[in-house]
């Protein structure tokens, strides 16, 4: 998730904060309005020669581009703020800088993520300024999440908890709670008790986490109606960068669960028609997992559908997402009983209940050991 420090340069850098706050008129913030006092603030911080003002400004910038779908561009002035707030001894700016770069790297380049992450976290604990720290601690938890690492993950999130005071992070601390307790079978927390800003990233998990809560609660039909919502929230905030790898899938497959095929249909939409280079390697292996799962629902052509679930199990473990993979496999192995092939879902489901004991994700285990059992039972 994205942070952005509002500061004062004479009047520029905060009118850009407040244009870029959600009201009644402009629920994802005047964001153009905001650019151009970013704009502003950024030459007059060259003419003064100020590195600390440009580097604040580049970060609001970066910020700004990655909104608009342009990792690429959002990522040069990022890492530039990065560099000047690094090379002045500027903890709290070098923090700032290091967690937006980490959300930009979190779908492109896990490791790295991990490496930024940790570092911002480091960083942080040396400015001593508490929401520093809660960005840092709440993307490295997220972070740890995705590559797998569940027990860190659950380290982590533990730590912050009694002194976390931004309400963004708060839902991000609570995002993560649901999907560890999800995965480790703990049961469902109540949703986080925060003041949201009513910011895109805030609207967008929010809808997610009320999605998850009525799939768990077995309202699949309330779930689905939330979901599209919420998915604009999430491209609102960030594109198909940031938590979009977090949000996205379980807002399909709540329409899945609901047996609503058009639903997840669209849903894949801002996947399948964004240009190439968007699409991460995270989202374009999630695009094959989903687009299996929905030709499964749908009845598609077999080979396609097998291809697909085959192909998004390796790129999602080329990309590090271990656990990710593994429900990949589980996926493909399903549809192989389902097709009646029982003997060639055999290697999958084994690797990912392997996996899933090695992560300790006891929740997903078992889950796929009932419907195992549920399955032997119906063939008997």
Not at 164 to 191: E, F, Y
Not at 214 to 243: F, I, N, Y
Not at 332 to 347: I, K, Y
């Amino acid at each position: 998730m994205v942070m952005v420090i509002v500061i004062s340069m004479g009047t520029s850098r905060p009118l850009a904060g407040a244009h870029s706050a959600p009201d009644g008129e402009f629920p994802h913030g005047d964001l153009e309005t905001a650019s151009r006092y970013l704009e502003r603030n950024l030459l007059l911080a060259e003419a003064v020669g100020d590195p600390e003002e440009l580097a604040v400004a580049m970060i609001g910038l970066g910020t700004r581009y990655q909104g608009l779908g342009a990792p690429t561009a959002a990522r040069g002035p990022t890492e530039m703020a990065a560099d000047i707030a690094r090379a002045r001894d500027l903890p709290a700016l070098f923090a700032n800088a290091l967690v937006n770069v980490g959300t930009l790297e979190m779908s492109r380049d896990l490791p790295c993520a991990l490496d930024t992450f940790g570092e911002a976290l480091d960083v942080a604990l040396r400015s001593g300024i508490c929401g520093m720290l809660d960005w840092s601690y709440g993307n490295y938890a997220s972070a740890l999440w995705t590559a797998g690492r569940l027990g860190e993950a659950a380290a982590v999130l533990s730590e912050p908890k009694e002194f976390v005071h931004v309400p963004t992070i708060k839902l991000l601390l609570g995002c993560v709670d649901s999907w560890l307790a999800d995965a480790c079978g703990g049961p469902p927390p109540p949703l986080p008790k925060t003041d949201s800003t009513g910011n895109s990233w805030d609207l967008a998990a929010l809808g997610n986490l009320e999605v998850l809560a009525r799939v768990a609660a077995g309202d699949t039909e309330g779930a689905a109606a939330l979901a599209e919502g919420a998915l604009s929230h999430a491209l609102a905030d960030g594109g198909l960068d940031d938590d979009f790898i977090h949000f996205w899938p379980a807002l399909v497959r709540a329409a899945l669960a609901d047996d609503d095929v058009a639903l997840a249909q669209r849903l894949l939409e801002p996947a399948t028609t964004a240009a190439p280079g968007i699409v991460s390697p995270a989202v374009a292996a999630q695009l094959r997992n989903l687009r299996g799962l929905i030709g499964s629902a749908r009845g598609d052509n077999a080979s396609e559908i097998e291809a697909d679930l085959r192909a998004d199990v390796a790129a999602l473990a080329d990309f590090g997402g271990v656990g990710w993979s593994a429900r990949a496999e589980e996926d493909l192995g399903r549809w192989l009983v389902t097709q009646g092939r029982c003997s060639d879902a055999e290697m999958p489901l084994g690797h990912a209940r392997e996996v899933y004991r090695e992560v300790d994700a006891d929740g997903w285990l078992a889950r796929l050991d009932t419907w195992l059992a549920s399955h032997a039972s119906t063939e008997n």
